[in-house]
């Protein structure tokens, strides 16, 4: 049975979407959030707490560098590296952890985990100071940001590496991002004329065909985003002006764009991100407050280009299709 409290937590999601699908879809996604109340399709990761020692093997010449950004949550960080260490052995890669001063466990990743390079802070950067920082460290010709509340699946880094190898226009991909019970996060994000941001297939079954080809997306979401190191460097990183956070992985999109490059989603690469466990989901304190300010920041700097080629929000489909079919 599915507890009351879930079932009125799934219906007001459900009824928080309403004014952005069908009534056809909107039966389809209330079905999908009682299957998986049931427990159906549900996805337990089973390496959180695991306290094995983790030793990673050293890469002279990384093809990828992996650059995880954090701040305290060390079970999150060492379940990330564990998944990392299990599901990447078919790309050469580098790991540069970069802890913004933490206070628990994370501090002494250096002693717990081998084979990785370890950024310690002398003070708190921020999120977006502290990659940009980290990133300087990189080799590889490709940087993967990927946050440190996520989990990645067997296979994961291959499929997004494969799309920039093959097209020198591509700047950018973000695999597919589920939540830790199965449903699916976002597959490639929208962005409305009005710069609000949205996560294409939210609380949605992952398995629909329709998140299930490459295409190109207005933005991928930083929690895991493969960019060319190049490009991020000729742009300068991240934009200051959403320190400490929030709108910095939508805005880096647009520059690549500007530059002429694509910005891609690949279904083909899955992640589990648990979101929220760094910076809540409560936009009204704390980093998450940041989200609305930089929304006004990120409009008034591509204000033309929304205006001109975004749709309003609400058309989902429409702003899907305008990406084309499949890459």
Known sequence: MVSSERLDKNVSIVLD???????????????????R???????????????????FEKQTEPLVSIIIPAFNQWEYTRSCLVSILRNTADVPHEIILADDTSTDETKRAGDLVSGITV??????????RNCNNAASRGAGKYLLFLNNDVIVREGWL??????????????????????????????????WSDGNAWNYGRWDNPDKTKYNYAREADYVSGACMLVRRD???????????????????????????????????QPKSAVVHFEGITSGLDIRKGVKSFQEVNRE???????????????????VHCAVRSKGSEW
């Open 158 to 191: 291959k499929p997004l590496v494969e799309l920039l190898e093959r097209d020198p226009a591509a700047g950018m991909a973000g695999p597919k991002l589920v939540y830790p019970n199965g449903l699916l996060q976002d597959a490639g994000a929208i962005v």
């Open 119 to 128: 950024i310690r802070n002398e003070r708190n950067l921020g999120f977006i």
């Open 297 to 315: 920041k990120f409009f008034r700097k591509w204000e033309a280009i929304l205006k001109k080629e975004h749709f309003r929000p609400g058309h």
């Open 231 to 265: 490009l991020w460097e000729d742009i300068g990183g991240f934009d200051l002006r959403y320190a400490p956070a929030y709108y910095e992985d939508t805005d880096l999109a647009f520059e690549i764009r500007s530059r002429g490059y694509k910005v891609l989603y």
């Open 37 to 55: 109340g049931r427990g159906a399709g549900n996805y337990e990761p089973d390496i959180l707490g695991e306290t094995c020692a983790l030793s």
């Open 17 to 35: 979407l309403a004014v952005h699908l069908h009534v056809r879809d909107m039966l389809e996604l209330f079905t999908t959030f009682i299957n």
